[in-house]
């Protein structure tokens, strides 16, 4: 079975955005210090919905957020609210993914 079966969307889309984000030489941290954001805003941003987190990590790429995180908002561009619950769900964390790939072999 190929180990990419198990990857979740959501986690696939995080790491992207990080991705994107260290090749720009920053980090979710440094985003939250030049942003005066409070710690942690910017990464949770990243896997659930968190408007100013997410507005800063667009502004660092030069995108719009729409471009970064469709669910969370319409064909028009505007934020969804109230966001869909699935927005707030977290994704399995990599012990829970790697016992699910085990199980699976």
Same mark, same amino acid.
């Given at each position: 079975?190929?180990?990419?079966?198990?990857?979740?969307?959501?986690?696939?889309?995080?790491?992207?955005?990080?991705?994107?984000?260290?090749?720009?030489?920053?980090?979710?941290?440094?985003?939250?210090?030049?942003?005066? %954001?409070?710690?942690?805003?910017? $990464? @949770?941003?990243?896997? +659930?919905?968190? &408007?100013? =987190?997410? *507005?800063?990590?667009?502004?660092? %790429?030069?995108?719009?957020?729409? $471009? @970064?995180?469709?669910? +969370?908002?319409? &064909?028009? =561009?505007? *934020?969804?609210?109230?966001?869909?619950?699935?927005?707030?769900?977290?994704?399995?964390?990599?012990?829970?993914?790697?016992?699910?790939?085990?199980?699976?072999?």
């Amino acid at each position: 079975m190929s180990r990419s079966a198990v990857i979740d969307p959501r986690i696939e889309q995080a790491e992207s955005i990080r991705g994107r984000l260290r090749i720009a030489g920053w980090s979710c941290r440094r985003i939250d210090l030049e942003y005066d %954001l409070n710690r942690g805003s910017a $990464s @949770l941003a990243i896997l +659930r919905a968190h &408007e100013p =987190g997410e *507005r800063a990590i667009a502004d660092v %790429l030069g995108v719009e957020p729409s $471009s @970064l995180w469709p669910a +969370r908002y319409d &064909e028009e =561009g505007m *934020r969804l609210s109230p966001q869909p619950a699935a927005n707030y769900d977290r994704p399995p964390t990599h012990a829970q993914r790697r016992k699910a790939l085990e199980a699976r072999s």
